[in-house]
T-cell receptor, first 117, second 116 residues
Framework: AQKITQTQPGMFVQEKEAVTLDCTYD???????LFWYKQPSSGEMIFLIY??????QNATEGRYSLNFQKARKSANLVISASQLGDSAMYFC??????????????FGTGTLLAVQP | KAGVTQTPRYLIKTRGQQVTLSCSPI?????VSWYQQTPGQGLQFLFE???????NKGNFPGRFSGRQFSNSRSEMNVSTLELGDSALYLC???????????????FGPGTRLLVL
């Protein structure tokens, strides 16, 4: 069964430093996509970055990059130059494609990131 | 472009009542998904609609239902509310169901439901 594991319930990082949020996944499908979302205290889920299972390059979006290690089934999010506004809950999610076109996402339990001045 | 909107933002109900939540997707998006978020169970998929048809359903009891209208707006209904239904209900929209390419879902601000 597909599963997303985020082992870090909470993390602290100093402003302007880089931080890595861990995500491992379990799937028997060959075709899947991995997403990271940010959820501030307001509740809205904000899309950050996407990595497809066949993408050979690690995805990057501004200060966000995804360290994709397919053999290890890990998709860690790296935030560079942390800002106070990065304090939020971060979710890793997966979508499988081989069972047909769908937008169903499976989410991990999240990591609460606190950026300290 | 306006984002995904959800109404109401906050709702208080009592056990046994029913509730209807509404979601308006981003203009041009035809796929709408619903998720329930609770401290205990995390984020769980409820259902997915595309072109007024339910394409996928999560593992929730029949008290949870939904529909999508011709303008892509979606509603979800929970009947006979239980205390455990207290949650943040999130709606997400995308242009279409993904068949293997990036099809990003954009989420709304959610509806916080409290069942007393």
């Amino acid at each position: 069964a597909q599963k997303i594991t985020q082992t870090q319930p909470g993390m602290f990082v100093q402003e302007k430093e880089a931080v890595t949020l861990d995500c491992t996944y379990d799937t028997s499908d060959q075709s899947y996509g991995l997403f990271w979302y940010k959820q501030p205290s307001s509740g809205e889920m904000i899309f950050l970055i996407y990595q497809g299972s066949y993408d050979e390059q690690n995805a990057t979006e501004g200060r966000y990059s995804l360290n994709f290690q397919k053999a290890r089934k890990s998709a860690n999010l790296v935030i560079s130059a942390s800002q106070l506004g990065d304090s939020a809950m971060y979710f890793c999610a997966m979508r499988e494609y081989t069972s047909g076109a769908t937008n169903k996402l499976i989410f991990g339990t999240g990591t609460l990131l606190a950026v300290q001045p | 472009k306006a984002g995904v909107t959800q109404t109401p933002r906050y709702l208080i109900k009592t056990r046994g009542q029913q509730v209807t939540l509404s979601c308006s997707p981003i203009s041009g998006h035809r796929s709408v998904s619903w998720y329930q978020q609770t401290p205990g169970q995390g984020l769980q998929f409820l259902f997915e609609y595309f072109s007024e048809t339910q394409r996928n359903k999560g593992n929730f009891p029949g008290r949870f239902s939904g529909r999508q209208f011709s303008n892509s707006r979606s509603e979800m209904n929970v009947s006979t509310l239980e205390l455990g239904d207290s949650a943040l209900y999130l709606c997400a929209s995308s242009a279409q169901p993904s068949g293997g390419e990036q099809e990003t879902q954009y989420f709304g601000p959610g509806t916080r439901l409290l069942v007393l």
